[in-house]
């Protein structure tokens, strides 16, 4: 996830959607789901706490890849005055233990999924599109399942409206508990292959439906390979109303096109795997439950 936190944008509302929320427990649906817009609005302002007032924490941080190498690192993580300054420092390295570099095709900045909160801020929606698709039970809390995509349309620009996917948030506090994503040019280019692929299988069926004796036979288009990574999040630690991320999965595969889709989770072949996980925090600076919930709906400042 790359730093686009410097894009910024009634408590009756607020107390529908906890009602709406409580329905949601134990995975029941709810009566009515919240609109968009007012879902939206508190995804802004939870967005906002990761980057404004004051916050600062620090964690150990393991890297796996492949299940073979490792490194640990601590995490330190300070905003001031809105500014936010991370650094990784690698720990003694033991027998086990070596500085990782980052594997080709994972961005150098999905080492901060707690900036994934970002993807709501308000002066983003003219460039992404967002939409409610059901409810699901994630980390044990009701969630609203929440996809992102470029605006049709709309260029896709980065930092701005450069991933496609869903995000999972927890149906009373509004925090992001969940984030599956892709790259969307990645993801634009895997559907330009595809398409380009069906119309080559379509002149090729042409071109055999008036075949005449004697004429040679038309190629046969040949099977694509393509490949993708998913990036997975997990936002398990609560410290005062606000979520921490404790896990997040970097799965880069190979797919067989046609035959193969990329949204089918058992096709492909896995060329690599990356495992960061997130534990050991000390907060030194953090808001209150109090302050936490007052600023997500409405009654609070950032």
Known sequence: MRDVLDMHGSRSAAAV????????????????????????????????????????????????????????????????????????????????????????????????????????????????????????????????????????????????????????????TFQVVKVVARDAARQADYLELLDRHKREVRRYEEALAVLRKGDPKPRKPQSLTFEMTTYSSWFGLVKNGMRFPTEVRSERRRYLLPDEEIDDPGAGHRIFMVIQKFDKYRFFSVRSEEQVTGVVFGEGTE
């Open 17 to 172: 959607l906890l009602v709406l929320a409580g329905s949601m427990a134990h995975g029941e649906a709810p009566a009515e789901p919240p609109s968009l817009p007012l879902l939206l609005e508190r995804l802004d302002r939870v967005a906002g706490l990761y980057r404004s007032g004051s916050l600062d924490f620090t964690c150990v941080e393991s890297i796996e890849v492949d299940r073979k190498r490792r490194g640990k690192y601590d995490y330190i993580y300070k905003v001031t005055d809105g500014h936010l300054e991370d650094r990784h420092i690698p720990r003694a390295l033991g027998k086990r233990s070596q500085l990782l570099r980052t594997p080709k095709g994972v961005p150098d900045g999905i080492a901060r999924p707690s900036l994934w909160t970002g993807l709501f801020y308000e002066v983003r929606r003219p460039y992404v599109r967002f939409g409610i698709t059901g409810h699901e039970v994630v980390l044990g809390r009701s969630t609203i399942r929440v996809t992102f995509e470029p605006t049709p349309g709309k260029s896709i620009v980065k930092d701005v409206n450069d991933w496609i996917g869903t995000a999972w948030v927890d149906a009373e």
